[in-house]
Nanobody
C-alpha cells in the first residue's frame, strides 16, 4: 500500500505560479512512475503530467507543455509539479498518482491516488 499526500495548492492570479508537492509513503521501495491528474468542476478527471522513476521520461498534456514542469526527488519520495503562467482554465483539484509505466499513466493505468489539492486561478 502506498499513501500519497499532496500540498501546495491555493489561490493565484492568472499569470502566476504555484508548485505542488506529493509525498509518497508506505511500500515505496519498488520503482514506480508518478504523475498528476486534475478535475475541474463539472468536468472529467484528466491527465496532466507524468515522470519516470529515473526522471528521464516525462509526459505532458499538450495544453500545459511549456508552462508546467514535473520533477521528482526519490530520496524524499516526493514528486513536484511546477506550474507557471497559470490560466483560469487550470483551476481544478490536482491529484497525485503512481503507476508502473510512465507513458501509461495518461491512460489511467495507475495504482494509487492522493486526496487532491485545490488550485484556483483568478482572472
Amino acid at each position: 500500500q502506498v499513501h500519497l499526500v499532496e500540498s501546495g495548492g491555493g489561490l493565484v492570479q492568472a499569470g502566476g505560479s504555484l508548485r505542488l508537492s506529493c509525498v509518497a509513503s508506505g511500500r515505496t521501495f519498488s520503482p514506480y512512475a508518478m504523475g498528476w491528474f486534475r478535475q475541474a468542476p463539472g468536468k472529467e478527471r484528466e491527465f496532466v503530467a507524468a515522470i519516470s522513476w529515473s526522471g528521464g521520461i516525462t509526459d505532458y498534456k499538450r495544453s500545459v507543455e511549456g508552462r508546467f514542469n514535473i520533477s521528482r526527488d526519490n530520496a524524499k519520495n516526493t514528486a513536484y509539479l511546477q506550474m507557471n503562467s497559470l490560466k483560469p482554465e487550470d483551476t481544478a483539484i490536482y491529484y497525485c498518482v503512481t503507476g508502473p509505466r510512465t507513458t501509461r499513466l495518461r491512460d489511467r493505468q495507475t495504482d494509487y491516488w492522493g486526496q487532491g489539492t485545490q488550485v484556483t486561478v483568478s482572472s
